[in-house]
Nanobody, 123 residues
Framework: QVQLVESGGGLVQTGGSLRLSCAAS????????LAWFRQRPGKVREFVSAINGGADSTYYAASVRGRFLISRNNAKSTVDLQMNSLKPEDTAVYYC????????????????WGQGTQVTVSS
């Protein structure tokens, strides 16, 4: 069992930055790929970014590539998402997720989820 707790959401203006953090507890952290998903109002949950256990492979959705940066600290069992150049369409609830094994972009491949943190970008 892995428990995930997100933090760092909030309200920011267009063009601003936010840093989301996710703290994990439970099983061996390095065995898990970690990802960020988001769910915009009225939309299905969608993939944002993921990082593998060794932190040497990352993947981004096209909509955030070049603006967002995912990182993890295996010693502290945390994964962060640095979000820059934020746009109103980035407004969503952001979720941290974990799965044993390799990176996936598919919601159903992830076994563990945090409770989500709200990010609101004002225009």
């Amino acid at each position: 069992q892995v428990q995930l707790v997100e933090s760092g959401g909030g309200l920011v203006q267009t063009g601003g930055s936010l840093r989301l953090s996710c703290a994990a507890s439970g099983r061996t952290f390095v065995d898990y790929a970690l990802a960020w998903f988001r769910q915009r109002p009225g939309k299905v949950r969608e993939f944002v970014s993921a990082i593998n256990g060794g932190a040497d492979s990352t993947y981004y959705a096209a909509s955030v590539r070049g603006r967002f940066l995912i990182s993890r600290n295996n010693a502290k069992s945390t994964v962060d998402l640095q979000m820059n150049s934020l746009k109103p369409e980035d407004t969503a609830v952001y979720y941290c997720a974990a799965r044993s094994g390799s990176i996936s972009v598919t919601v159903s491949d992830y076994d563990y989820w945090g409770q989500g943190t709200q990010v609101t970008v004002s225009s």
